[in-house]
């Protein structure tokens, strides 16, 4: 039997380019959407905290009140992207924005997943930040380890996070993790020169609901440490999503069997 594939698009903006593409389109943010866009801000959801979970306010409601209909179908694939970051069809289609077409994205399953039940975003590296990058941001780490500036085997995940989103954050959030987890997550976060980066995935439907159930778990703990009121900034204020998508890139290579696939980004905003 052919597997099927439903692939869910988070936008912030209703944009012609999307409404053009054959996927579920969800809406976040504040803009007004067209009855086109599925909005999570009814049932079971967590909308009030938008602003701070960024796309993981609909995950969560896909969670809580789609996914089910899913769960017992083991021939469908569920995706999810973001309004400029696409999934590509062919790993060599990977192409720049000048040679775009639309059928480049992802329309079916390829060949290429069978024998796999998840899929998230290729891997980007850490190790290419510059020195003055660095020093304005990573000053407290090297104040530890000032060998940092000169060994990009420790520009790791944990230093890129207490550079870009807080410093001495991610740690805290470590602390209140299940112990499953904890120790493992913890080496991986401080060893670790790479990450697969925006919270995007394709899976089957039981592999995201393990995803989900113990990514909101985390986060729910997570709340209880940072809050919100404290929350600054455009760095620090996503922190759950910047959290979340340290943990995917964890998750999905210890709970499932994973394949890294490429993305494309458009800007569909402006040129399309």
């Known amino acids: 039997m052919k597997e099927k594939l439903d692939i869910y698009c ?3 903006k209703d944009l012609n380019f999307l409404r053009d593409l054959d996927y579920n389109l969800a809406a976040v943010g504040k803009s007004n959407f067209s009855e ?3 909005r999570c801000d009814q049932k079971d959801n967590i909308y009030h905290k938008e602003e701070y979970y960024s796309e993981l306010t ?3 409601w896909f969670w809580k009140n789609e996914l089910k209909k899913y769960i017992n179908d083991d021939n469908i694939w569920i995706g999810v992207c973001q309004k400029r970051r696409f999934w590509l069809q062919e790993k060599k289609n990977k192409g720049g924005i000048n040679n775009f077409s639309k059928d480049y ?3 079916f399953i390829p060949k290429e997943w069978s024998g796999y039940n998840s899929v998230i975003c290729e891997p980007i590296s850490l190790q290419g930040a510059k020195y003055s990058k660095l020093i304005k941001k990573g000053w407290r780490n090297i104040i530890k380890d000032p060998s940092i500036l000169f060994n990009k085997n420790k520009h790791s995940i944990k230093l890129h996070f207490d550079m870009f989103h807080g410093y001495g954050l991610i740690e805290k959030a470590i602390d209140v993790m299940d112990n499953k987890d904890k120790n493992e997550f913890k080496n991986f976060v401080f060893n670790s020169n ?3 980066p925006h919270i995007m995935f394709v899976a089957k439907p ?3 609901n393990l995803w989900f159930t113990d990514l909101f778990h985390w986060l729910d703990n997570c709340e209880k440490v940072f809050g919100f009121e404290k929350l600054k900034g455009y760095e620090t204020k996503r922190l759950y999503a910047y959290l979340a998508e340290r943990y995917l890139s964890y998750w999905f290579k210890k709970y ?3 394949l890294e696939w490429p993305y494309i980004f ?4 402006n040129k399309y």
């Open 206 to 208: 039981k592999i995201i």
């Open 10 to 12: 988070v936008t912030d």
């Open 194 to 196: 790479e990450f697969n």
């Open 266 to 269: 458009l800007d569909s905003e």
């Open 36 to 38: 086109r866009y599925i």
């Open 105 to 107: 994205l992802l329309k």
């Open 58 to 60: 609909f995950h969560y």
């Open 256 to 258: 499932s069997s994973c």
